[in-house]
């Protein structure tokens, strides 16, 4: 099994900068992909981006070119560089792995919280 612990969010003015953090444990071999999601209440989950173990990367269009994910294999950990942050972008950020034997894992969440 993967155990995630995410880090990093909190209140932020729109067009500032903060950094998601990802802390994987468990069985980290055969993690095949990362991936950031986010929700707000009464929505569905949705997905913001993902990195793959090659390094492939895709974005939902709204955060393209303002997010960056990025993950450090030595550390076990992802990243989600969030810049340009919009009111609209204030959501639960979740992080997920999809490992090739256990499936999908889930944190428990950050908040992140965007002020006009």
């Not at 895709?58 to 955060?63: E, F, I």
């Amino acid at each position: 099994q993967v155990q995630l612990v995410e880090s990093g969010g909190g209140l932020v003015q729109a067009g500032g900068s903060l950094r998601l953090s990802c802390i994987a444990s468990g069985s980290i071999f055969g993690i095949n992909a990362w991936g950031w999601y986010r929700q707000t209440p009464g929505k569905q989950r949705e997905l913001v981006a993902r990195i793959t173990s090659a390094g492939s990367t895709n974005y939902a269009d709204s955060v393209k070119g303002r997010f960056t994910i990025s993950r450090d294999a030595a550390k076990n950990t992802a990243y989600l560089q969030m810049n340009s942050l919009k009111p609209e972008d204030t959501a639960a950020y979740y992080c997920n792995t999809l490992h090739r034997s256990f499936g999908s894992s889930w944190g428990q969440g950050t908040q992140v919280t965007v002020s006009s």
